[in-house]
């Protein structure tokens, strides 16, 4: 089915912060060609306040604000008198995902909650979510239409508020380990997320606890998620770093991945991995790597394990 023409643009480039996504565009903001632009829409006021934006702005200086690191969209296009008046059908779950992951922000964040029913079908709290979208997170704030007067000017400012907050990563050290058998193998673990069923491959290994080494790290991760207890920690490989939500966080995590050699290992987690979001464990060769249509991280794991064997 062909995407409704929005009446409104988007406001979309990568690497945003974050992206705000309205419900659709009603008479109003389809006239102005302008996202929130009914004047008596909270919306621009809230940004300012929460800290956002250094200035007031009006709605049609709205692409100004990937100067900011911000964005806009609406969760459906079709323009109506109220939101009231859409139809399950103005929902596309799938075409809007893929606009999302195609810039890949770091957040979007719903304002209100039915712009974020429409898509999902599940009635969410305000503030962050479980569910995200490849490695954006999801937060729910109020609506900021004039129809939502029950919530008060300072309650819906406070949730603005909490998502600038929650914007900021919480940086993380983690340490990891590219573990080759006799026959160069690579052992990786799957990792699924809780909702979405999204999963990827990546190195054992995880946070650094605090005063840790990265050998201590390294010796109880792999103690943990593979079971393996006597190995010698070859030379550091490479670092990276990954930015990724996780069980409602925002986290911008150092990896060090670390070399180890040893001749074959049966894996033995000794602690329950449901919780970690680790699905399964498996032995990799170069070419089952090569030819693999799943994903990986780092993306380019598949060439990094290549050149060493």
């Excluded at 006597?230 to 991945?257: C, M, S």
């Excluded at 970690?276 to 780092?298: I, K, M, N, Q």
Aim: one cysteine or more.
């Amino acid at each position: 089915m062909a995407r409704t023409p929005s009446a409104v643009p988007d406001v979309l480039v990568p690497g945003l912060a974050c992206v705000f996504c309205g419900i659709n565009p009603g008479r109003v903001s389809a006239a102005a060609a302008a996202h929130f632009a009914n004047p008596r829409n909270d919306f621009w006021r809230l940004l300012h306040d929460a800290g956002f934006t250094p200035r007031l702005y009006e709605p049609e200086q709205q692409h100004a604000l990937p100067e900011l690191g911000y964005g806009l969209t609406n969760a459906a296009y079709r323009t109506t008198p109220g939101s009231g008046d859409l139809r399950r059908g103005d929902f596309d779950q799938a075409e809007f995902e893929a606009r999302i992951e195609a810039v890949s922000p770091r957040a979007v964040a719903f304002v209100g909650k039915e712009a974020y029913r429409g898509l999902w079908n599940e009635r969410p709290e305000l503030g962050p979510q479980e569910r995200v979208i490849g490695r954006t997170g999801l937060f729910v704030l109020p609506s900021t239409s004039p129809a939502n007067a029950a919530v008060s000017y300072a309650e819906r400012l406070r949730w603005f508020a909490e998502l600038r907050d929650w914007l900021v990563p919480v940086e993380r050290q983690a340490v990891r380990a590219l573990v080759l058998d006799a026959d160069d193998r690579v052992l990786l673990v799957q990792f699924r997320r809780p909702i979405g069923d999204r999963t990827w491959w990546g190195s054992p290994g995880g946070g650094i606890d605090p005063g840790e080494s990265h050998e201590a790290a390294l010796r109880r991760e792999l103690r943990e998620e593979i079971g393996l207890e006597d190995f010698e920690i070859g030379p550091l490989l490479y670092e990276h770093v990954g930015r990724f939500p996780w069980a409602k966080v925002l986290y911008h995590q150092h990896n060090a991945t670390y070399l180890v050699r040893v001749h074959a290992h049966e894996p033995a987690p000794t602690i329950d991995l449901d919780p970690e979001g680790v699905a399964d464990v498996r032995w990799w060769s170069a070419g089952e790597l090569s030819s693999s249509t799943e994903r990986f991280a780092p993306p380019d794991l598949p060439e990094r394990v290549r050149r060493l064997t």
